[in-house]
């Protein structure tokens, strides 16, 4: 089996699963932001620690020097797509962003297809699975990375789940 892929290019843009170019005060930032309606931030120890046992693709613009592209001198984030995961047989993605002032130019839809590529690479993938809302979101999860609602019982199964103190549904 060859190994996945970990690096994706285009134009002035990288998509890497390096945990070492996650910017951590970026990624909190986007938490906060009422464009990210499904989490909230946390403490910078925690963070990282959440970042650091999940699958994280972080999406970055390329410095304009190619010395600093040799270094990672100076990558910007503006871009997560999170997987918790085995890295073998079930992944749950969350956490995709991208920052307002970068979105309507296909960077979610390319970070998407390098998470699906990664994802169709792992021969013994059982199920990847989602949560989102609203029609135009199912959408573009279907067109993009092929993701199909589960319907309740659906070949037997149902999803259950439990809101964490750290849930931004959780009844008060």
Known sequence: MSATKTEWYKDQFLISTSQDLLQIDVITKAFNADYMYWTKGMPEDRMKKMLSKSLCFGVYILPESSSDIAG???????????LVTDESSF???????????????????????????????????RRAMLFTKGEPCIKFYKKTMEMAILEPGANGLVIMHKDGHGSPYKEV
Do not use: K, M
């Not at 990672?72 to 999170?82: D, E, K, M, N, P």
């Not at 970068?102 to 699906?116: F, K, S, V, Y």
């Open 72 to 82: 990672r001198g100076s990558l910007t984030q503006i871009g997560l797509g999170r």
């Open 91 to 125: 992944a749950y993605l969350t956490d995709v962003f991208i920052i307002p002032e970068h979105q309507a130019n296909g960077l979610g839809r390319w970070l998407l297809e390098c998470i699906n590529e990664t994802l169709d690479s792992w021969p013994d993938l």
